[in-house]
């Protein structure tokens, strides 16, 4: 495999800048068989491709306000602006973060935050350029002067309107720093009229993390490192699943987040069970899928690792022949664009 495998053009206009309203008016292209031609719908029709027992499953993590503005102030008494962007908790005082610019930061140079509150001491540089920051009150500080870190792409920053329309209508469990964006769709109506279907709806926790953001910079794919991420399956959830893969029910992943935090149980443990860790899983074609077997997933990025995941699943030629229509459509594309949903 090559990186250049999984590039497509990709009209700078059908970039989705904002969320269409209602959040459910979102069309959605579907493929029921790899080798079968889309069929062009909407996401409210996402009953119709559904069966009652099939289990849907979706990520409830929260997005948090990562992006914040501080005042570097260095050991030899000299203070710039920066951007500190809070990737990932290491201990309840300490978090791994991005600055911009952060390539002269040194341990023990502190990051101030508003004008003075808060201070915190950088301890080391980690790889991919991460620092870690040590600060008491990091709650305190996302909550006064963060941000929601909308994607790079979208070129804007975040509105109010953004505070809504980035988290799904299960989002409950703050420590993501991207939406699980699949899930912007779902409405309570949605969940509703699919449960009178007879669909099971199950919830689970993977913290999408900065690896979202971090393009493919190896020509061969497989060389490329996903950043961990932190994941949980409780009690409930892990029982349902469980049972439908005894029945042999459809499992439906709502996401590529949900996606690699089923099937990296199932390669590790060979079951669901509930608990909590990390996984890098990085699905690439060829890989074999043991749990789910129906995905609801919006267009993604070229070159991306989140549509080799998505080819690995439907078939890189039957994927890129999918976007190819999905141009000449003018579906929308990326956060807060349509969606797919497909099948094996």
């Not at 870190?149 to 309107?161: D, F, Q």
């Amino acid at each position: 495999m090559h990186l250049s495998d999984f590039d497509f053009d990709l009209p700078p206009e059908l970039i989705a800048r904002t969320p269409v309203e209602p959040r459910d008016a979102s069309r959605m292209m579907v493929l029921e068989t790899p080798d079968g031609r889309p069929i062009d719908a909407h996401f409210v029709d996402l009953p119709k491709f559904l069966r009652s027992g099939d289990v849907l499953v979706l990520n409830d993590t929260r997005v948090i306000r990562a992006r914040t503005l501080a005042r570097l102030e260095r050991r030899g008494g000299t203070s710039r602006r920066m951007e500190v962007f809070f990737a990932e908790p290491v201990s309840a005082n300490a978090w791994k973060v991005l600055c911009k610019p952060g390539r002269r930061i040194r341990p023990g140079d502190s990051a101030v935050f508003g004008n003075g509150e808060f201070r915190g001491v950088f301890q080391d540089v980690g790889e991919g350029g991460l620092h870690t920051l040590e600060l008491d009150s990091v709650e305190a500080v996302l909550e006064r002067f963060g941000e929601l870190p909308l994607p790079p792409y979208l070129e804007r920053t975040a509105t109010p309107e953004d505070d809504a329309s980035y988290q799904t209508v299960v989002a409950r469990r703050p420590g993501a720093v991207a939406a699980p964006t699949a899930g912007l769709h779902f409405t309570t109506n949605t969940l509703q009229e699919l449960r009178a279907l007879g669909v099971r709806i199950v919830t689970i926790t993977l913290h999408v993390g900065i690896g979202t953001f971090l393009p493919v910079r190896t020509e061969r794919p497989e060389e490329h490192v996903l950043h961990p991420e932190r994941f949980e399956v409780g009690e409930d959830a892990a029982a349902e699943l469980q049972a439908a893969i005894q029945d042999e029910r459809r499992i439906v992943a709502v996401g590529t987040t949900s996606t690699r935090t089923l099937e990296f149980l199932m390669l590790k443990e060979g079951r669901i069970r509930a608990g909590a860790g990390i996984t890098d899983l990085y699905i690439l074609p060829g890989f074999e899928f043991r749990i789910v077997s129906g995905l609801l997933t919006n267009f993604h990025l070229p070159k991306s690792t989140l549509l080799m995941l998505v080819s690995a699943f439907a078939g890189r030629e039957s994927v890129l022949d999918a976007y190819r229509h999905a141009v000449e459509s003018k579906y929308r594309f990326y956060s807060y664009g349509d969606c797919m949903l497909l099948f094996r």
